[in-house]
């Protein structure tokens, strides 16, 4: 208990630069104690910097250093009361304890090492370090198995010095030598920085952990409503295909009535004009026979007085035929034929959708993004154009993989596909899963992914790439890059490149654009939900001669 309580007290009384009892101690304007040679040595490193190594508060001009008589008085007693408990804890070393390099025959386990005599200590043989001048100057740290690290295998010397270049620590020769020039500070103000950053890293792992958390119940959640849905599922869909089925029946009686019943009226319309026909032909007979009497006659007088009268022919009417009543009743076959297809169709669908909460259920948790170019290009995939989409000025070269927005409309035929007011074209593949491709460009040009349902008419909000809730875009130009979706810009810092990669994860709903150079650097990353395959698509909206080209990844 007496060596727990003093070690306790050594823990508070330590200087946190040299990890040893405070020797000479000062305590500075924030509160804060150090050995006088510790702070002074830091400050003198720091040069024109001068601020605590613990809370990082800055001073201004450097504080003068006096010395804490009442703190030097607690740790002189402090060391005698350790020599005086040595005596009543003896804590010899065992298997994977640091043991002491002065004790002979049974070894106790060492508390401290010397980084100057590279040697660990017992509670007793570290006495001299504390009472012998000499000694005292010697910088001690806690007892550690890997006490050689500490040491340069070169000069022999502690490493305190941290170089920021190499990363790696380095003793006081290696900075004059090897690393001249280099950034170099005190291993304990490097180690005060990223402890910091260590706590950052803490916060987002713990960020990290909770919302993984979250997303196990979310999925249990989900488990538990599959179920529920699956057995509602499967008691209703007897009765929900009975009924529809009954349906069916219902229609194809109700047809066969109409089918019947325009028949009969479409058969009395025909004899009627069948009527008509007739009675026609019978008053063309009756006129042919007495302009043929009249051709016959042989008094001129008489011809030329009944010639005008009996030549007068009444206006024709249209055929019979113009109608079409023949086929009226193939087109009613032909709806038929079409509305089972429909239904075919929509049945097929909505049984595919009862699948998708099963087939679908890691959609919540995202897989890992690749992390380096050649893990991209593991999910490359070959993407063409697709010529009945592209705006007539746009051309299409390179085996449909370069987009180019020329001066003059080109003669493409008519396409519903085709984009009508926008200089726009989309891709004729349709993507899931993990895709990665790379586009090079030049001038200003929006890479895209869409939906295939986006409009080709319309409004400018309706057509182009990023101004609606069907497609999300990375615009690219001369000044910098933007996003854009459903209209909301924002502004994106990165090194500019010339080219561009785009990584989809379609399942996890990730879409991430990277700035590729020398490195990747990430862009902007999308976290969504995509319900539908996704087209990449270009819009070349400003000058004539911008391209946006596919690259070829091997």
Not at 83 to 88: E, G, I, K, P, T
Not at 362 to 379: I, S
Request: proline share 4%; hydrophobic share 30%.
């Amino acid at each position: 208990m007496v060596q727990q309580v003093i070690q306790l007290d050594r823990e508070k009384l330590s200087c946190s630069i040299c990890l040893d009892l405070l020797n000479d101690p000062v305590t500075i304007p924030c509160g804060h104690s150090y050995c006088m040679s510790c702070i002074k040595n830091y400050w003198d490193e720091e040069k024109k910097s001068h601020s605590c190594p613990q809370c990082r508060q800055s001073f201004t001009p450097r504080p003068v250093l006096v010395k804490n008589t009442m703190l030097a008085e607690f740790v002189d007693e402090l060391k005698k009361a350790g020599v005086q408990a040595a005596s009543f804890d003896q804590s010899y070393a065992g298997p994977g304890d640091v043991a002491c390099d002065f004790c002979a025959g049974r070894k106790l386990t060492a508390i401290k090492a010397c980084l100057m005599c590279v040697a660990s200590y017992c509670e007793q043989h570290l006495q001299p370090h504390y009472n012998v001048a000499p000694l005292k100057k010697h910088k001690l740290i806690k007892a550690t198995l890997k006490l050689q690290e500490n040491i340069c295998p070169r000069h022999d010397e502690v490493m305190k010095i941290f170089c920021r270049n190499d990363q790696r620590a380095i003793c006081y020769l290696c900075s004059m030598d090897d690393h001249k020039g280099h950034d170099t500070v005190l291993i304990v103000t490097e180690r005060a920085k990223q402890q910091g950053e260590l706590g950052v890293t803490r916060q987002k792992i713990q960020k990290r952990l909770r919302d993984r958390e979250t997303d196990v119940k979310v999925l249990q959640q989900e488990v538990e409503a599959i179920n529920f849905s699956a057995d509602k599922a499967v008691s209703e869909s007897k009765k929900l295909f009975k009924d529809l089925i009954s349906l069916i029946e219902k229609r194809s009686y109700e047809m066969k009535q109409k089918i019947r019943s325009q028949q009969k009226i479409e058969v009395s319309r025909v004899i009627e004009l069948k009527n008509k026909v007739q009675q026609k032909i019978t008053e063309l007979r009756k006129k042919d026979n007495e302009l043929e009497q009249l051709s016959s006659t042989e008094d001129h007088l008489y011809f030329l007085n009944n010639y005008p009268t009996l030549s007068h022919l009444s206006d024709s009417t249209d055929s019979p035929r113009s109608k079409q009543t023949l086929r009226c009743f193939e087109e009613v076959a032909a709806a038929v034929s079409a509305a089972r297809d429909k239904l075919q169709t929509t049945l097929s669908e909505e049984c595919s959708k009862m699948s998708d909460p099963v087939t679908n259920m890691d959609v919540l948790l995202p897989q890992e993004e690749p992390k380096t170019r050649d893990e991209f290009f593991k999910y490359s995939c070959q993407i063409t154009l697709d010529p009945k989409t592209a705006n007539s000025r746009i051309s299409l070269t390179d085996g449909n993989r370069k987009a180019t927005l020329i001066r003059e409309d080109q003669l493409y035929t008519s396409h519903t596909d085709r984009f009508v007011e926008r200089w726009q074209v989309l891709s004729t593949q349709g993507l899931t899963g993990r895709c990665y491709w790379e586009v090079t460009w030049s001038g200003k040009v929006v890479v895209a992914v869409t939906y295939k349902e986006i409009s080709r008419t319309g409004t400018r909000e309706e057509c182009g790439f990023g101004l609606n809730d069907k497609s999300w875009a990375l615009i690219c130009s001369t000044t910098g890059y933007e996003f854009s979706h459903n209209k909301i810009f924002t502004p994106i810092s990165g090194p500019l490149s010339s080219r561009v990669g785009v990584y989809l994860d379609h399942k996890a709903g990730t879409l991430s654009f990277y700035s590729i150079s020398e490195t990747m650097t990430l862009l902007h990353r999308v976290q969504t939900r995509f319900t539908k395959p996704l087209y990449p698509g270009f819009w070349i909206p400003r000058h004539a001669g911008d391209t946006v080209e596919l690259c070829d990844l091997k």
